[in-house]
């Protein structure tokens, strides 16, 4: 997923300019649907992909154990854990015009 590739912002809020958001729709409002989207396609890849990944170490018969013990597993969602968050993707993706969308026909015929 190329979506791994972006780095977290060091720091834990960034100010965005709300005209630059607002360029691509000419509404802040649907730019923000858009995003919102956006964020829950990205969410729900990361997920599947998470669940496919543990599922290989799922066994119908893990003790506590077992479970505690099991590295790689620790690992894969510790990983997971430290990904920068779908709504900073998404909005990286929207600013860097990589995020596709139309407006609906009646959106259309309103403006």
């Known amino acids: 997923m190329e979506n791994k590739k972006i780095v977290k912002p060091v720091r834990s809020a960034i100010s965005r300019d709300l005209n630059k958001l607002e360029e691509g729709t000419d509404n802040i409002y649907q730019t923000i ?31 506590l154990e077992e479970i505690f013990e099991n590295r790689e597993q620790i690992e894969i969602s510790s990983y997971y854990e430290q990904l920068p968050k779908p709504t900073l993707l998404a909005i990286q993706e929207f600013l860097e015009e990589k995020i596709y969308f139309r407006k609906s026909d009646e959106e259309l015929n309103k403006g």
Request: charged content about 30%; overall charge negative; cysteine-free.
């Open 33 to 63: 649907a858009v995003l919102a989207k956006r964020a829950n396609q990205i969410s729900g890849n990361v997920k599947e992909e998470l669940q496919s990944k543990l599922a290989e170490f799922a066994a119908d018969s893990d003790n």
